[in-house]
T-cell receptor, first 113, second 116 residues
Framework: GDSVTQMEGPVTLSEEACLTI???????????LFWYVQYPGEGLQLLLK?????DKGSNKGFEATYRKETTSFHLEKGSVQVSDSAVYFC????????????FGQGTRLTINP | EAGVAQSPRYKIIEKRQSVAFWCNPI?????LYWYQQILGQGPKLLIQ????????DSQLPKDRFSAERLKGVDSTLKIQPAKLEDSAVYLC??????????????FGPGTRLTVL
């Protein structure tokens, strides 16, 4: 079945550092790809999405590019802030079907001032 | 606009007891999802409703878990009897529904279940 693999965490960085969280996927068909974020004490929120190969999703300074050739959707940010501390989940969904989300295991990010 | 509501937020029970969770989706959302999130893992879909019909319950442990969505609005998820491995956060999500176009899922705050 479909699956998503994220880089091992947790990740700890200093403020203004560059961030990359790796995500690779296995899927039949043509999935859409997502990054969700869970801030402390809050529910899961959609951060960004890409629905086809070579699409770039972006939001709040974060970016991720749908790479079909490497089956990857790595999350990047050039300069992180303390407020970016959260758990980040990579996920996929087939828009042609029931659109259930298949999630990776999550990566906890902590940004120190 | 009100978000997805869930209750209770926390529940502690003994193994073999029963428990029920409630979810109220965003008004007008036809599709409702229940996910189970075990500590250190990503959420896993348990069951998906389209209005009051079940779309996917392939990963629902039907010997102990049940769910219903009366009148296509609120939903309840029940575990009877609970096992230690059911300790998790149970997330409810809703979306407008439909296929072929992206429908964002909006998540509730979750119910954290601890089975002792």
């Amino acid at each position: 079945g479909d699956s998503v693999t994220q880089m091992e965490g947790p990740v700890t960085l200093s403020e203004e550092a560059c961030l990359t969280i790796n995500c690779t996927y296995t899927a039949t068909g043509y999935p859409s790809l997502f990054w969700y974020v869970q801030y402390p004490g809050e529910g899961l929120q959609l951060l960004l999405k890409a629905t086809k190969a070579d699409d770039k999703g972006s939001n709040k300074g974060f970016e991720a590019t749908y790479r079909k050739e490497t089956t990857s959707f790595h999350l990047e940010k050039g300069s992180v802030q303390v407020s970016d501390s959260a758990v980040y989940f990579c996920a996929l969904s087939d828009l042609r079907g029931a659109q259930k989300l298949v999630f990776g295991q999550g990566t906890r990010l902590t940004i120190n001032p | 606009e009100a978000g997805v509501a869930q209750s209770p937020r926390y529940k502690i029970i003994e193994k073999r007891q029963s428990v029920a969770f409630w979810c109220n989706p965003i008004s007008g959302h036809a599709t409702l999802y229940w996910y189970q999130q075990i500590l250190g893992q990503g959420p896993k879909l348990l069951i998906q409703f389209q209005n009051n019909g079940v779309v996917d319950d392939s990963q629902l442990p039907k010997d102990r878990f049940s769910a219903e969505r009366l009148k296509g609005v609120d939903s309840t998820l029940k575990i009877q009897p609970a096992k230690l491995e059911d300790s998790a956060v149970y997330l409810c999500a809703s979306s407008l529904g439909g296929t072929g176009v992206f429908n964002e899922q909006f998540f509730g705050p979750g119910t954290r279940l601890t089975v002792l």
